[in-house]
């Protein structure tokens, strides 16, 4: 299994990157939500890491969109600020497959990959 994270946090995406590389789980860095999509459309793949802080991001609107696709990511996880519970609440009702807060993401993110790799 293979990914895409969305983030514009490049000190963030590194530890992301490097714990999902680590489970066997290569994520692709993305920096805006135009730019997933288009991967999207060309590249399709299982999984999407969605950091919800991203500029402009409309959480709900967005992962509909992503689920509309002609063949949408197998697992849509998505972490952010546990200061925005609207946010992390409209990931978890748009369908996202797990939502973390970002602290709780930082501090188990090696066992989530290691769980979907193993999957």
């Known amino acids: 299994m ?3 994270l969305l983030s514009a946090d490049l ?3 590194s530890s992301v990157k490097a714990a999902a590389e680590q489970a066997g789980l290569p994520l ?3 920096g805006s939500t135009a730019k997933l999509l288009e991967k999207l459309g060309e590249e ?3 999984m999407v890491v969605i950091d919800l802080a991203v500029p402009k991001l409309q959480v ?3 992962i509909g969109q992503l ?3 002609a063949t949408p990511p197998d697992v849509l996880l998505a972490y952010g600020a ?3 519970p609207e946010a992390l609440a409209a990931a978890q009702q748009a369908g996202c497959t797990q939502v973390f807060t970002r602290g709780q993401f930082n501090a188990s993110m090696d066992e989530i990959f290691q769980h979907f790799a193993s999957a």
């Open 11 to 13: 000190m963030f995406t």
């Open 82 to 84: 546990h200061v925005y």
């Open 2 to 4: 293979n990914g895409y």
């Open 67 to 69: 689920k509309a696709l």
């Open 44 to 46: 399709p793949r299982p």
């Open 28 to 30: 692709q860095v993305v």
């Open 60 to 62: 709900s609107e967005y």
